[in-house]
């Protein structure tokens, strides 16, 4: 008493005995922990009373004897207080201590231990009981702030502040609750360790713990309801969790933290005291993330079901098509904007959010569940069998947004199989709020993932069945177009450098550069239908062509203007196979598969541009042939017209022609045409050399005088070979086509001159030259027949003789069939062995071969002279 009576005087009294007026702990050994015994000090405060009572004493005795008989006896009586008081403190001291002050312990005396100890938690104690008083007014304040700032920029901002105070307020109350009660029991334990009765321990303890209920039970109130508040608030917010995402991040951010500083309080009340399983305790931190995550879930899939309610009203207010199509777009724009949102909600809300609140996932699923759900009520459930009802364009936005929906699916989720074809059960995912799990704070991404999978496949297998009727529609709408385009009438026009062109390319590639600009601006860059309709595409234009070529090659004019379209026709072609490999994303596989498609349509458009330039000769040697093919080796050739006149007409027609081809022609195609020219020429004159053999009249299927006739024929050769050549500065390369194809006509000269005598030259290998040009034995036996037949008829006979004798060689030299000829690509008039083989195959001369060339005849279709008789000139 003297000691816990002397720290409370001292602390109303004396500053410095303020710090310890609480009290110390006492270790195990006795001591005070951290700070001087307080024994100590109180004697050296009773010391020090003492001495000034006594100085004071002292210096009034000093007084002398003036002092009254009161005066002295009062000072009698203070010196007998103070020595009686200084006998008490020894005694107590004497008492506690024990004569070593190493060994001053309070173990031995467990009453002064908890006075002591109770000294140290009474102004604790008494703030706390204080910070009760106050949690009415506290509670009020921070319900007064939230409202306050109610729709203002710092609304959630504030709203945060006031969670961390209620989450402080919550976190005393469950502490005090969970203290008090396990102070209860450890009273009871201690009581049933001295042997108390059992029964009246347990009636104590309740009594205990109604009392402690009873004296939170009002604060408990007054907190919990205005968690309760509160939570409504946050819920209010995480409503609003897509607009909040977009125009106040930061306003999403503090609502967040409002409300994980609930569950952070949990987790750490936990990690401190453990999980108590006291039945008593009553109290628990309110649950803000549960029903947040709930609340989440549930707005997630009311929004995706309102987006398409509204674009599906939306539709039904319009007009402007029929119901089931204008259902149909609905449903494929509310599936837009939700797959649209799967970006946001990825990279602008869930950064606002812890990552194990895993709302993309959440998102995900809701997405794809709802869309799916919608689409295949609109296509008629999983096989689709209302496909071949939707138009192109339905069908390729069909295509489009799967394909879509797969790369969102693929970013979001990287380690599922997108697009894996499942026959399974759908995942028992009944909504949104179904995914949760771990007592509704997670979400169950392994689940979700599961369900993600799942309609996957699902819309994969729908990709396929779209993409198909896709194709098939964009067949059947390529050739329908093609076969206008192709069969309408292109009227030609000349530009102002002089090009002959029609509207063909326009027409054909206007229309290709449309479908394909809107396919690809409705697929997504990674496409694989894309590829596929565009293979499809280029093989209709590569079979149109195939098929319609020869149509515009009507006359010079129309060959001309074919050529330059079909030259600017693969320009577009070119155009646009790179403006697709620049916008889209391809694979190697589908690049590769284009780069075929496109190489083989660039290739027939470039074959078609020279035979179309190279076709211009039929209708130049036309005028040439009705003016000079039958004047040509008759006898006023061979006997007046002794300055190659004939020869000459030839050439300055091909002049008037070139002046016109130059004009009307892209410079390559000029060259072509030079080329053809050149061929054409030599097989003209070539034919009438071989017609004049096969005159009916004797007389005029020789010559009167080969010599002359030969000497005639090498300058008229020379005539069209100087005109030729004289072109070589214009086209270098002209030089090598001149000396190549000149070469059978220089042949065949020398076979004749080696005929009527005038040459020592080697038949045979003259005969292989031409063997090699002509690729034909029986061919070149009649073709040298027939020139042994213009100017020595009695050794034909012989010659063909001798021609059998060199059979195996001839063959040797030039094998049939070794080169294929690509026939489409080149005319027949330019190929020197068809020239040969239609003008022999129309003689009816009889040519005096016998037996050994019966083979010959019945294979051209040719009559041989009676027996071994070589056929008598007239």
Not at 250 to 267: I, K, N, P, S, T
Not at 767 to 778: P, T
Not at 838 to 855: F, H
Request: charged share 25%; hydrophobic share 40%; aromatic share 6%.
């Amino acid at each position: 008493e003297l000691i816990i009576g002397a720290s409370v005087k001292t602390n109303v009294s004396d500053d410095v005995s303020v710090k310890t007026s609480e009290g110390v702990e006492v270790a195990a050994t006795g001591y005070a922990v951290g700070v001087d015994n307080k024994i100590d000090k109180e004697i050296e405060k009773l010391r020090a009373t003492t001495s000034r009572e006594l100085a004071l004493i002292n210096a009034r005795l000093n007084d002398g004897v003036a002092a009254s008989g009161s005066e002295v006896q009062e000072l009698v009586n203070a010196v007998s207080a103070t020595k009686t008081d200084l006998g008490k403190l020894r005694e107590l001291s004497t008492y506690i201590a024990q004569g070593n002050d190493n060994n001053a312990l309070l173990q031995d005396y467990p009453r002064l231990k908890a006075a002591i100890h109770a000294r140290r938690n009474l102004a604790r104690c008494f703030r706390e009981l204080d910070f009760f008083t106050q949690i009415p007014a506290t509670c009020e304040r921070l319900r007064d702030e939230m409202h306050s700032s109610e729709w203002s920029e710092e609304e959630w901002t504030v709203l945060r502040d006031v969670c961390r105070e209620h989450v402080e307020l919550e976190v005393f109350l469950v502490e005090a609750e969970a203290g008090m009660k396990a102070r209860i029991d450890e009273e009871r334990t201690s009581d049933s360790t001295r042997g108390g009765k059992k029964s009246s321990m347990t009636k104590s303890g309740t009594k205990n713990y109604a009392s402690v209920d009873r004296f939170l039970e009002e604060h408990v109130r007054t907190v919990w309801e205005l968690g309760d508040e509160i939570k409504l608030r946050v819920l209010s917010g995480v409503g609003m969790t897509f607009d909040l995402a977009l125009n106040n991040p930061a306003g999403m951010v503090a609502l967040v933290e409002a409300v994980e500083l609930y569950e952070a309080a949990g987790q750490e009340y936990h990690a401190v005291y453990g999980n108590r399983n006291s039945q008593d305790e009553r109290l628990h931190f309110t649950d803000m993330r549960r029903g947040a995550l709930e609340h989440i879930a549930k707005d997630f899939e009311v929004r995706g079901l309102e987006v398409f309610q509204e674009v599906q009203q939306m539709a039904a207010d319009s007009a402007e098509e029929d119901m089931a199509t204008a259902n149909f777009n609905a449903v494929l724009r509310a599936s837009n904007d939700l797959t649209n949102q799967m970006d946001f909600v990825t990279h602008q809300m869930a950064p606002c959010f812890p990552k194990y609140w895993a709302l993309e996932a959440l998102w995900t699923s809701v997405v794809a569940d709802v869309c799916s759900q919608q689409i295949l009520g609109q296509i008629g459930g999983r096989d689709a069998h209302r496909l071949p009802d939707l138009t192109v364009t339905q069908l390729l936005d069909l295509v489009a947004w799967i394909e879509s929906f797969r790369e969102k699916i693929e970013d979001a989720f990287p380690d599922i199989v997108v697009g894996k074809v499942t026959n399974g059960p759908k995942p028992s995912i009944e909504s949104g709020a179904s995914l949760l799990h771990g007592e509704g704070k997670e979400i169950d991404v392994v689940r979700a993932k599961e369900s993600v999978e799942w309609v996957s496949g699902v819309l994969w297998e729908v990709h396929r069945l779209a993409q198909d009727e896709f194709l098939v529609r964009t067949r059947a709408q390529a050739e329908e177009w093609l076969e206008n385009v192709y069969s309408a009438d292109h009227a030609k026009t000349q530009n102002a450098d002089g090009l002959l062109t029609t509207s063909l390319c326009e027409d054909v590639y206007s229309l290709v550069g449309v479908q394909l600009r809107t396919i690809r601006e409705r697929l997504t860059k990674r496409s694989e239908v894309l590829v596929l309709a565009v293979s499809v595409i280029f093989s209709y234009l590569r079979m149109k062509q195939l098929e319609c070529r020869d149509d515009f090659l009507t006359d010079l004019e129309c060959c001309c203007a074919a050529a330059n379209d079909f030259i600017r026709m693969s320009d577009q072609c070119e155009e646009i196979l790179a403006d697709l490999e620049s916008a889209a994303t391809l694979s190697k596989e589908s690049h590769d598969t284009l780069a075929a498609q496109s190489n083989e349509l660039l290739t027939l458009y470039s074959s078609d541009a020279v035979y179309a330039a190279q076709r211009v000769h039929v209708y130049i040697f036309e005028p040439i042939e009705e003016e000079i093919g039958g004047a040509l080796f008759n006898v006023e050739w061979e006997e007046s017209l002794t300055h190659n006149e004939l020869a000459l007409t030839l050439v300055r027609t091909l002049e008037d022609y070139m002046g016109d081809l130059e004009l009307w022609l892209e410079e390559l195609m000029v060259r072509k045409v030079v080329d053809s020219l050149i061929i054409a020429t030599i097989n003209f004159y070539v034919k009438c050399l071989l017609k004049k053999a096969d005159n009916k009249n004797a007389k005029e299927s020789t010559f009167k005088d080969p010599k002359v006739a030969i000497t005639r024929i090498r300058g008229d050769i020379s005539v069209i070979r100087e005109y030729f050549e004289s072109l070589i500065e214009v086209f270098p390369a002209l030089g090598r086509v001149i000396g190549s194809e000149f070469e059978v006509l220089d042949t065949m000269v020398e076979l004749m001159m080696i005929a009527a005598g005038q040459s020592n030259a080697n038949m045979e290998e003259q005969v292989f030259v031409l063997q090699r040009k002509i690729k034909d034995v029986n061919l070149t036996r009649l073709v040298v027949g027939d020139l042994w037949h213009l100017v020595n008829t009695g050794e034909e006979r012989s010659i063909y003789e001798q021609l059998d004798e060199h059979e195996t060689t001839l063959k040797a030299m030039a094998p049939e069939g070794q080169d294929p000829v690509d026939s489409r690509n080149t005319d027949s008039g330019l190929r020197f062995d068809q020239v040969v083989l239609a003008t022999i195959g129309k003689s009816s001369r009889k040519r005096p071969i016998g037996t050994l060339g019966g083979n010959i005849m019945n294979k051209f279709g040719l009559k041989a002279g009676q027996g071994d008789q070589p056929q008598q000139q007239e």
